[in-house]
């Protein structure tokens, strides 16, 4: 693959920034504002393929399959957040949702050198979890053309497992190789190149609708109440409390 990158729109120079190391400080801040106020635009542009990602995931989860996250650098760690996050709010096993860096878990708060652009790796991480066809494997790439994550899309392929791609740039080589592409077009960031902004928001926002939606089609959510909320501290003990009156109230009316 050329390494074309200046061509990236997740690359380019946003002019509407270009002299924020000028500003006053509340200028920068409305300037990122600015920019940051596009994202839930660009998220509703492919609301429909998220809703087909959904469902994919929840007949997965129907059948006894799992989901994973693969990823590098901000995409990675979005993965791994997401996923753990849905055993406390869902009470679900911690293995039905896992989300995999490039690296492993030292990745998360270090850079581990090379290890994004080895195709091989995904592969290995993903065999060491058992992935099988009756898993979802949804890669994470700002630029879309990331080999870790590429490697894995392919592997899981192969296997014959449902694939989905959450990318920030058209066409690009992510979303040409799954089943399932998820392109929300961010635009140039405040500072350039630096995808941990908007491209990492819009993807946040992404797998936050993912993970979210399909635990409802699961039976996870009762009206909008995280009905098997893990209670292990305070704050969640309150909540669950609340959320029993709150049941009890629905059932007598």
Not at 43 to 56: M, Q, S
Not at 66 to 71: E, S
Not at 188 to 208: C, H, I
Request: aromatic share 4%; hydrophobic share 45%.
């Amino acid at each position: 693959m050329e390494d074309n990158f200046a061509g990236l729109t997740t690359e380019k120079i946003n002019p509407a920034t270009a002299h924020i190391d000028q500003c006053t400080t509340l200028e920068m801040v409305t300037l990122i504002n600015a920019e940051d106020k596009k994202i839930a635009t660009a998220v509703e542009r492919v609301l429909p393929e998220i809703a087909r990602a959904v469902d994919a995931i929840a007949e997965r989860f129907q059948r006894g399959g799992r989901l994973f996250y693969i990823g590098a650098g901000t995409s990675g760690r979005l993965g791994v957040l997401d996923a753990s996050e849905c055993p406390p709010t869902f009470g679900v096993s911690p293995d039905l949702v896992q989300g995999l860096i490039a690296g492993g878990s030292g990745a998360l708060i270090k850079a581990v050198e090379g290890a994004e652009d080895n195709v091989n790796l995904a592969a290995e991480d993903l065999t060491g979890k058992n992935f099988c066809a009756a898993d979802v494997l949804v890669g994470i790439t700002a630029s879309g053309r990331t080999p870790y994550v590429l490697g894995g899309v392919d592997f899981a392929k192969k296997l014959g497992a449902i694939t989905v791609g959450v990318s920030c740039v058209e066409n690009s080589a992510l979303a040409k190789a799954v089943d399932i592409a998820i392109t929300p077009v961010t635009g140039a960031e405040a500072l350039t190149g630096s995808t941990r902004m908007k491209a990492g928001t819009a993807t946040k926002m992404v797998l936050n609708m993912l993970t979210t939606a399909a635990m409802i089609k699961i039976g996870r959510v009762r009206g909008n109440l995280m009905v098997c909320v893990q209670a292990t501290n305070d704050k969640l003990r309150d909540r669950l409390k609340r959320i029993n009156e709150t049941l009890g109230m629905r059932n007598e009316v």
